[in-house]
């Protein structure tokens, strides 16, 4: 019984962890503004334990945006939204990408972001 319960230790858990953000793509618009491509991977489970939600953060932690989301992705892993019109202060050379989901809050894999300016 011992080598049971040691072996259910070892093995990495089977329920879903916080959210990693894993990739990022990032692009200039016309306006001056930048276009984030975010992939997330997490192991949504349903309504009550999803990523529902990543944001862009200065070097310093200011919210720069947000991009809610609004439905599991249980089926869809990883999987990217995109948010466009994000404004980026002057002098900003790299943001952070922070991912959220529904019951741990953040935590997860953050990326950061160097900006061509």
Do not use: C
């Not at 019984?1 to 072996?7: G, R, V, Y």
């Not at 070892?10 to 879903?16: E, I, S, T, V």
């Amino acid at each position: 019984m011992k080598a049971i319960w040691w072996l259910l230790l070892a093995l990495p858990p089977l329920q879903a962890g916080e959210a990693d953000v894993v990739a990022v793509q990032t692009g200039r618009e016309a306006a001056g503004s930048y276009r984030f491509d975010v992939t997330l991977r997490h192991t949504d489970e349903g309504w009550d334990h999803y990523a529902d939600a990543w944001e862009i953060l200065s070097p310093d932690g200011d919210l720069l945006a947000k991009r809610v989301l609004y439905h599991p992705h249980v089926d869809e892993q990883p999987f990217t939204r995109s948010l466009s019109g994000v404004k980026i202060p002057a002098g900003l050379r790299e943001v952070r990408v922070r991912a959220h989901d529904s019951r741990h809050g953040y935590g997860g894999k953050e990326v950061l972001v160097p900006l061509n300016r």
